[in-house]
T-cell receptor
Framework: TQLLEQSPQFLSIQEGENLTVYCNSSSVFSSLQWYRQEPGEGPVLLVT?????EVKKLKRLTFQFGDARKDSSLHITAAQPGDTGLYLCAGVNNAGNMLTFGGGTRLMVKP | DAGVIQSPRHEVTEMGQEVTLRCKPISGHDYLFWYRQTMMRGLELLIY????????DSGMPEDRFSAKMPNASFSTLKIQPSEPRDSAVYFCASSLAPTGSGETQYFGPGTRLLVL
């Protein structure tokens, strides 16, 4: 079983601060995805990273895939209250057909 | 498109009762996934279908759980008999192609199940 550990589990910050969320595994994944989930809704895909060392930017969000494709990070610059939610990383197995989710990071951004 | 549709949105039942959760995937999507989300275990894949055929059910917790997909537009997840530890949010998701090909899984809003 491939396991993904996310840290921190909870994060409460003030509007305007920067933050980084980490997703680590001892296993190699073919690709890795980041999702954001709001209360009462299903997760929504933010980004997929495929190549080791890849960096993708989505406005104030920067995603990085580790060189060995075992870990990833999500950095948010100048966080806003609208960024509040549960952030989930998910690894795609080598067969390319299933996702293994991390435990999630619950982010609260206070105005 | 209306997205993935799940019903009911909330279900409260008593231990020992049968529970049936329903899912309508996005039209044209060949892959359908059932997940369970709890605080303790996070989001776990239970089973997935490709073209209505179950491909991997290794995540189904025990024989009390069963899933079917009689046609391309409908799937059910049944728990019989239900137990309090089955309380969770159950999500259905669908995608056009395998996730590894870069395809997105689209999640429904979930069914919040409480077994008393």
């Amino acid at each position: 079983t491939q396991l993904l550990e996310q840290s921190p589990q909870f994060l409460s910050i003030q509007e305007g601060e920067n933050l980084t969320v980490y997703c680590n595994s001892s296993s190699v994944f073919s690709s890795l995805q980041w999702y954001r989930q709001e209360p009462g809704e299903g997760p929504v895909l933010l980004v997929t990273v495929v190549t080791g060392g890849e960096v993708k930017k989505l406005k104030r969000l920067t995603f990085q895939f580790g060189d060995a494709r075992k870990d990833s990070s999500l950095h948010i610059t100048a966080a806003q209250p609208g960024d509040t939610g549960l952030y989930l990383c998910a690894g795609v197995n080598n067969a390319g057909n299933m996702l293994t989710f991390g435990g999630g990071t619950r982010l609260m951004v206070k105005p | 498109d209306a997205g993935v549709i799940q019903s009911p949105r909330h279900e409260v039942t008593e231990m020992g009762q049968e529970v049936t959760l329903r899912c309508k995937p996005i039209s044209g999507h060949d892959y359908l996934f059932w997940y369970r989300q709890t605080m303790m275990r996070g989001l776990e894949l239970l089973i997935y279908f490709n073209n209505n055929v179950p491909i991997d059910d290794s995540g189904m917790p025990e024989d009390r759980f069963s899933a079917k997909m009689p046609n391309a537009s409908f799937s059910t997840l049944k728990i019989q008999p239900s137990e309090p530890r089955d309380s969770a949010v159950y999500f259905c998701a669908s995608s056009l192609a395998p996730t590894g090909s870069g395809e997105t899984q689209y999640f429904g809003p979930g069914t919040r199940l409480l077994v008393l």
